[in-house]
């Protein structure tokens, strides 16, 4: 049964960063695309970031280009978004997702293409 829990929320003021983790488990990671989304207070959950299987593909939406990155530990069968430089607009609970392809360069930023989700982790922007 594949996973997953998010860590590493907590509240930051603006221009701070945070590292989130994505552990997997029951899965080997190598085999998934992972996506991470966020959905603020009233707001439709949206796409972040997410990347390929093989870590060639990681396409970002543009509020977080330049500022936030993901990569993945398959042998830790983690995933981590680093988010830098962060503003009170960031602010919203994070998920992350998780979908099995062949497709080794493809990811995409579109909910309904995952098929497993985390329970979120809050990330809090504000001095």
């Known amino acids: 049964q594949l996973r997953l829990v998010e860590s590493g929320g907590g509240l930051v003021q603006p221009g701070g960063s945070l590292k989130l983790s994505c552990a997997v488990s029951?899965?080997?990671?190598?085999?998934?695309?992972i996506g991470w989304f966020r959905q603020a207070p009233g707001k439709e959950r949206e796409g972040v970031l997410c990347i390929s299987r093989n870590s060639a593909g990681t396409p970002a939406a543009e509020s977080v280009k330049g500022r936030f990155t993901i990569s993945r530990d398959n042998a830790k069968n983690t995933v981590y978004l680093q988010m830098n430089s962060l503003k009170p607009e960031d602010t919203a609970v994070y998920y992350c997702?998780?979908?099995?392809?062949?497709?080794?360069?493809?990811?995409?930023?579109?909910?309904?293409?995952?098929?497993?989700w985390g329970q979120g982790t809050q990330v809090t922007v504000s001095s």
């Open positions: 029951g899965v080997a990671l190598n085999n998934y695309v």
């Open positions: 997702a998780a979908k099995s392809t062949f497709v080794v360069n493809w990811c995409a930023l579109r909910r309904e293409e995952y098929a497993y």
